[in-house]
């Protein structure tokens, strides 16, 4: 497990406090990659892994959540869609299981979901793209918020890392634990983020290729292979369907995303699909995507969804490496501050 001198402790201390771990690094919840083996890695590493639920029936997730207890006794936590059909059998699984962090993503959180997780006994963590929605979340419930930037891989905002820290964490962080995201792959970044008042970060991209992770080795190295510029965001291509941007490796996925769109239009246009149910074929198009290229290893066809930082993923590392050599980033960073 890594360790951190006393340094680095003080200004990791809150988010520790709040994940109940030895460092104040949560593993960013990405479907069909972040399943138990990684989850336990990372929490055994000294971090916080986060199962993501994705599309899972409440059973499945059972399962999932039971499978990673037996790999570690540390604390880790579970993503939940906000706009999955079945949320409130998902929060009770999650609770019937004493998950003791609960993370809402992919919406706008409601505030009865919110409240039925909090009233379980377990902590809810909240993703702000922007600072009102931030306050929103903080009254309607939220112990702690997660700000990920555009630059970060899968499903993206509008705005980069650094313009949301300084937005949101001189508002925000006395409030309730913030946790940064996007675009983090040195333990200088991370140090900046916890002198600004972050409690801590979320990284995803950088454990896509730890030895713990079952991703394809095709997946693996794709990323490897990948500079930071071959991750781009999706396009939209009619105003009438808001299509959040996924950022991706470009590959000839990306090219079929784009023919989806059209053909999904298409339908709507001619009457043979609802608005709804062509917004709804546009969204699906990623899940498969993105299964045929983590689990198939079809890293042509599929979706290699990464961030940015990609371009500083090298080599296969064990999850307690990775940590390793970050921690020893930041403290090396600080020692400097201190000549």
């Given at each position: ?7 680095l ?73 906000t ?22 993503a992919?919406g ?123 991750a ?11 299509v ?8 000839e ?11 999904a ?30 689990v ?17 993923v ?26």
């Open positions: 497990m890594v360790t951190i001198s006393s340094r402790k003080p200004l990791m201390q809150r988010g520790c406090d709040f994940l109940g771990t030895k460092l104040a690094v949560m593993g960013g919840a990405m479907s069909w990659v972040s399943e138990r083996n990684l989850v336990a890695a990372i929490s055994n590493a000294g971090g916080f892994g986060v199962l993501a639920c994705g599309s899972m029936t409440p059973d499945l997730l059972r399962a999932e959540i039971q499978g990673t207890k037996t790999l570690t006794r540390l604390p880790f936590g579970v993503n939940l869609i706009m999955h059909p079945m949320l409130d059998a998902l929060i009770d699984v999650c609770l019937e299981e004493k998950v003791g962090h609960i993370v809402l992919g706008v959180p409601s505030a009865p979901s919110i409240k039925r997780i909090k009233d379980g006994g377990a902590k809810v963590i909240c993703f702000a793209p922007a600072l009102s929605l931030g306050k929103r979340m903080i009254r309607n419930g939220a112990d702690a918020l997660v700000i990920e930037g555009m630059e970060a891989g899968g499903h993206i905002g509008p705005i980069s890392t650094t313009v949301l820290a300084q937005e949101i964490l001189p508002e925000l962080h006395d409030k309730v634990p913030v946790f940064v995201a996007g675009g983090i792959g040195r333990g200088e970044a991370i140090v900046s983020y916890l002198e600004m008042g972050a409690a801590g970060v979320q990284l995803g991209t950088l454990f896509v290729c730890s030895s713990e992770c079952i991703a394809h080795e095709n997946f693996k190295k794709a990323f490897i292979r990948a500079a930071a510029r071959d781009v965001p999706t396009q939209q291509i009619d105003p009438r369907f808001a959040i941007p996924v950022r991706a490796v470009v590959n996925g990306t090219k079929h995303f784009m023919e989806k769109q059209r053909e239009i298409a339908k709507f246009d001619s009457g043979e699909l609802t608005k709804e149910a062509a917004q709804l074929e546009i969204e699906h198009f990623w899940a498969g995507a993105l299964r045929r290229a983590v198939d290893g079809d890293i042509e066809n599929g979706s290699v969804m990464a961030g940015q930082i990609v371009g500083l090298k080599e296969e590392q064990p999850v307690d490496t990775i940590l390793t050599e970050l921690v020893r980033q930041a403290e090396q960073a600080l020692l400097h501050r201190e000549l």
